[in-house]
């Protein structure tokens, strides 16, 4: 119940390209779901976050689409450049607990 | 948002010695996470540090092993006891940032155990 679920584990996508990574999740206690972008040597970074109430929230190039029946969502990059390859995470905050889990992470790489 | 400062960035240790790593914040927050990344690998939660009380620790993860202090607001370390070679990983701290500004994480301690 405590488990995110991400894919793909790694994704190859052209410059100019839209990058999709999904995550799942099962417990409905969940009330805050956060994407971060990690490069090699780094912490993670705060990219973009949504809460359950919200279909779609853009910021930029980067969307979070939100599938609460399904307990689905999703991260978009458009127009995918070199500097987005990075390591992607999804997460997912328990409201009772304030513990954030973690997806299991999405190599990108975008080939100029 | 927070500011985390993490020390040391990095260490080769060896085994069946301590380490304690050191997170700073530049702000005062109730509750500090710390986590453990292995090569490769997603986050886990290592334990919920709240200042004046026991740190509280998720399944796999004891005290005697992870000790923690939160002596105040702004400040936490992390022990990381009687190492061996697969307590090779990072180690992260992270705060909560409030509703705008999501939880911070600091740079990481990258930890080798040789």
């Known amino acids: 119940q405590q488990q995110v679920k991400q894919s793909p584990q790694s994704l190859i996508v052209q410059k100019g390209g839209i990058s999709i990574i999904n995550c799942a999740y099962e417990n409905t206690a969940f009330d805050y779901f956060p994407w971060y972008q990690q490069f090699p040597g780094k912490g993670p970074a705060l990219l973009i976050a949504?809460?359950?109430?919200?279909s779609e929230k853009k910021e930029g190039r980067f969307t979070i689409s939100f599938n609460k029946s399904a307990k689905q969502f999703s991260l978009h990059i458009m127009d995918s450049q070199p500097g987005d390859s990075a390591t992607y995470f999804c997460?997912?905050?328990?409201?009772?607990?304030?513990?954030?889990?973690f997806g299991t992470g999405t190599l990108l790489a975008v080939q100029p | 948002s927070a500011v985390i400062s993490q020390k040391p960035s990095r260490d080769i240790c060896q085994r069946g010695t301590s380490l304690t790593i050191q997170c700073q914040v530049d702000s005062q927050v109730t509750m500090m996470f710390w986590y453990r990344q292995q090569p490769g690998q997603s986050l886990t939660l290592i334990a919920t540090?709240?200042?004046?009380?026991?740190?509280?620790?998720e399944s796999g993860f004891v005290i005697d092993k992870f000790p923690i202090s939160r002596p105040n607001l702004t400040f936490s370390t992390l022990t990381v006891s009687n190492m061996s070679p697969e307590d090779s990983s990072i180690y992260l701290c992270?705060?909560?940032?409030?509703?705008?500004?999501?939880?911070?994480f600091g740079s990481g301690t990258r930890l080798t155990v040789v």
């Open positions: 997460a997912a905050r328990s409201g009772a607990t304030n513990k954030l889990i």
């Open positions: 992270s705060v909560e940032g409030g509703q705008l500004y999501g939880y911070t």
């Open positions: 949504i809460r359950p109430d919200v």
């Open positions: 540090a709240n200042q004046g009380s026991e740190a509280t620790y």
